[in-house]
C-alpha cells in the first residue's frame, strides 16, 4: 500500500471539498426548479366574498396566507416571513414574526427585524361559480386587488 503524503492528503480532501459544494450548489438548483414543476394547483380556495369580514385581515386556514377585503376588493398577502419562513401573526400596525420578532407593515414592507424582504402579494381570481381563489403561483404587488363590483 503506498504511503499517504500531506500533498496526497490535502489533494484528496480539496477534491472532496469542490465536490460537496457541486452538490449543494445542485440540490439549490433543483429544489428552486422541482416546486414549479411539480405544483399541482397552486389555487387556494378562500370562499364567497361575503364570507370575509370588511376591513379586515384573514389568515386562512389551509395555507399561511392573509386575505384582506375592503369596500373596494379582496388582497392576499403572504402569511410567511421572509427571514426563516415562520407564519406570521397580525399585529396592530402590520404582521409581527413570533420567532425572530420581523415586522412588517400594512403594505408588506419590513419595518424592522431580520427579515430581508418585503412579503409576497399574490394574484385573487373569482371562479365560474363565484368562489374567490388566491393564485400562489402569480405574485402581484400590495396595490393590485381584485376589484368588487
Known amino acids: 500500500m503506498k504511503k499517504q503524503t500531506r500533498r496526497n492528503f490535502l489533494q484528496k480532501s480539496a477534491l472532496a471539498g469542490a465536490l460537496v459544494a457541486l452538490a449543494a450548489l445542485l440540490i439549490g ?5 422541482l416546486p414549479a414543476l411539480t405544483r399541482k394547483n397552486s389555487l387556494i380556495k378562500i370562499g364567497r366574498l361575503a364570507d370575509l369580514p370588511i376591513n379586515a385581515f384573514t389568515l386562512l386556514h389551509q395555507a399561511p396566507v392573509f386575505v384582506y377585503r375592503d369596500h373596494e376588493g379582496v388582497r392576499a398577502v403572504s402569511a410567511v416571513c421572509t427571514h426563516l419562513g415562520c407564519t406570521l401573526e397580525k399585529s ?3 404582521f409581527q414574526c413570533p420567532c ?22 399574490y394574484k385573487i381570481i373569482v371562479g365560474m361559480d363565484g368562489q374567490i381563489f388566491v393564485d400562489a403561483a402569480h405574485k402581484t404587488s400590495a396595490d393590485d386587488k381584485l376589484i368588487i363590483s
Do not use: K, Y
Not at 29 to 33: D, E, G, M, V
Open 29 to 33: 438548483a433543483a429544489r428552486s426548479i
Open 92 to 94: 396592530a400596525d402590520g
Open 100 to 121: 425572530h420578532g420581523s415586522h412588517f407593515d400594512q403594505t408588506g414592507q419590513v419595518l424592522d427585524g431580520p427579515a430581508p424582504r418585503p412579503l409576497c402579494w
